[in-house]
């Protein structure tokens, strides 16, 4: 990338982001910003939590007033989806504006889920990530709006579609403008390498459109590829190559890949047909791969019968495509090429940690900060801090985040480790490599707390068939049943909180419940450190254990808003000029 492309990247961001902040807590002009703001949600507990935060962001004058703020629970049952959760926020969008809708502009961000690739945000959400940026302190939601800011007053009435958990950033000229002001489907297509297009969707383009060397080209698509092989794309006619101008890669080769779109209102209606000539949804439906494989003229039905890329396949699952195969084909597909543009996305705990500690072009284009709105050490050496309370004798390593916590006199955390909602006493190390978070739950009528701990590089999706194969589930770098031995409990004792055919270390009830978040940290580091160093640990008689999930279905989230607002007012108090 060139510098002169690198500082325009950079210079087009920072004044997005002054502008949302200008925004904040002011009242918003008409057509200046979003009518309403949607976040979804799997289900009706974390609706309730959403929407708590959003008025408790609001109180403290995060967000811009004037702005309708929705959130949509997915219906109960089976898991629908990002394209079942778009026609289901759709469907709660006409019923609460009805006719109004057609003059509203309206972001819908895909905000539903359990997180378990970044488990700090399995209790609050995604969305309401800390980003280190801001005063007040932005979190993913923030991020998301500042860097959309300029899409309102260039959009017809309709609704942009986008995802909790990526970062688009890009740059245009002074005269030209991002806009969706077409029928259909308009999306965004970022230069990407082709390695990065196997896991990504892939826009065929028309290459009689494609011409100039600007910053932003409007073309059309003739056919849109979901995670396809870099063979595909060149039998397509997807691989692309570098032009001159201001341009994000030095590749030779790339391919435009997908992140956010935008619907006009009409096809939005037919999205809501849509949804009533399915009926009530019993499979997974993706938004981007199920949605714009129907659209442009050289889409077949090939696709629907394709199930790799799919999580759980559903019988009813080919039927459904099929259906929305039909109702779609013939609805124009657009793209905005943003050709100096980056996409980044932090859903997972090693994503997390680069982005926000090592990555120094995003930390310079973004303007992050190694510590942010905290009391903290005075040197910090490639860490980052946010909304924390840290005792000048702290140390924290490289490479680790830190975030809504409190640590006591000469407490440490290592390398490479996520601290997250933690009260550390003094004089206790976190070690590296490692994920760290306290949750208040409500466990039989009273106020708990419980503290979980991972390895960074854990999968906890990962599943066996019964408790019997828990040695294929890792922890730490070592089998659950050698930590298990190690603190003195027999394989057999292992509860798991799941079906018994699907045991997991989100499922797995190792995690001590104890009366209040100091000692369910302190805890929890001896059953680590027994765990890492192999000696023995012993748990206190009658210790009851919990696992991540029952944790998240018991979490008091009063309590740990109440915790964060405890820090907010000791950081304001110690900092003023924060």
């Known amino acids: 990338m060139s510098q002169e492309c690198s500082t325009r990247l950079q210079s087009a961001t920072r004044e997005k982001l002054r502008k949302f902040d200008s925004l904040r807590a002011g009242e918003v002009q008409p057509g200046e910003f979003w009518d309403v703001v949607v976040l979804t949600a799997v289900d009706e507990n974390q609706r309730e939590a959403y929407e708590l935060q959003i008025r408790e962001k609001l109180l403290r004058k995060e967000l811009p007033v004037g702005v309708q703020y929705k959130v949509f629970a997915d219906p109960p049952g089976s898991k629908i989806g990002n394209g079942g959760s778009t026609l289901y926020a759709l469907q709660q969008l006409n019923e609460v504006y009805g006719k109004t809708l057609r003059r509203l502009r309206v972001i819908l961000i895909h905000a539903g889920g359990f997180s378990q690739r970044l488990p700090s945000a399995s209790a609050l959400g995604k969305i309401f990530t800390a980003v280190p940026l801001g005063d007040p302190l932005y979190q993913m939601l923030e991020l998301k709006l500042a860097l959309y ?4 007053s260039q959009m017809k009435p309709g609704v942009l579609v986008t995802c909790a958990d990526d970062i688009e950033l890009y740059s245009t000229s002074e005269d030209e403008r991002v806009k969706f002001d077409k029928p259909g489907f308009t999306a965004l297509g970022h230069p990407s390498p082709l390695s990065i297009g196997t896991t990504h969707g892939v826009f065929v ?14 073309t059309s698509c003739l056919l849109f590829l979901h995670k396809p092989s870099v063979d595909k794309m060149r039998d397509t006619g997807a691989v692309c190559k570098r032009q001159s101008g201001c341009f994000v890669l030095s590749e030779a080769e790339f391919a435009y890949t997908d992140s956010t779109y935008y619907i006009d209102f009409n096809t939005a209606m037919s999205l809501l047909n849509l949804l009533k000539e399915l009926g009530p949804l019993d499979c997974e439906v993706d938004a981007y791969g199920d949605f714009l494989q129907a659209l442009g003229p050289n889409a077949t039905i090939d696709y629907t019968i394709n199930t790799a890329n799919v999580t ?3 019988s009813s699952l080919v039927a459904i495509r099929q259906k929305i195969f039909h109702h779609l084909k013939g609805t124009p597909l657009n793209v905005i090429l943003l050709n100096n543009s980056k996409f980044y996305h932090i ?4 994503e997390y940690l680069f982005h926000l500690t090592e990555d120094v072009m995003l930390r310079t284009e973004l303007g992050l900060l190694s510590s942010a709105f905290s009391v903290d050490m005075k040197e910090n050496s490639g860490c980052c801090v946010m909304h924390s309370v840290l005792d000048p004798s702290v140390s924290v390593g490289a490479g680790s985040v830190v975030e809504y916590s409190r640590l006591g006199a000469g407490a440490s955390v290592g390398v490479g480790s996520i601290v997250s909602s933690c ?9 590296d490599s490692v994920f760290m978070h306290s949750l208040c739950v409500n466990h039989k009528q009273k106020t708990r707390f419980v503290t979980v701990v991972f390895g960074i590089n854990d999968d906890l999706k990962r599943s066996v ?7 294929d589930l890792n922890l730490f770098g070592v089998s659950v049943s050698e930590s298990l031995s190690r603190w003195g409990l027999e394989n057999e004792a292992l509860r798991f909180s799941a079906d018994a055919s699907n045991c997991s270390l989100w499922s797995a009830c190792l995690f001590p419940v ?9 805890l929890t ?14 748990l206190p008689r009658d210790t009851q254990l919990m696992s991540m999930q029952e944790a998240l279905q018991c979490k008091d989230l009063q309590q740990m808003l109440e915790f964060r607002t405890g820090l907010y007012e000791d950081i304001k108090q110690r900092k003023p000029n924060n």
């Open 347 to 350: 859903g997972t705990t090693s």
């Open 423 to 431: 009260w550390i006493p003094a004089g206790l190390s976190v070690p």
């Open 465 to 471: 068939e019964a408790p019997a194969f828990m040695e």
């Open 149 to 152: 800011v300029d899409f309102p």
């Open 514 to 522: 104890c009366s209040d978040q100091q000692s369910s940290f302190s």
């Open 312 to 314: 759980k396949e559903e």
């Open 205 to 218: 383009l028309d290459s009689k459109e494609k011409s100039s060397n600007s910053e932003i080209e409007n």
């Open 525 to 538: 580091l001896e059953m680590l450190q027994a765990a890492l160093s192999g000696s023995t640990f012993t």
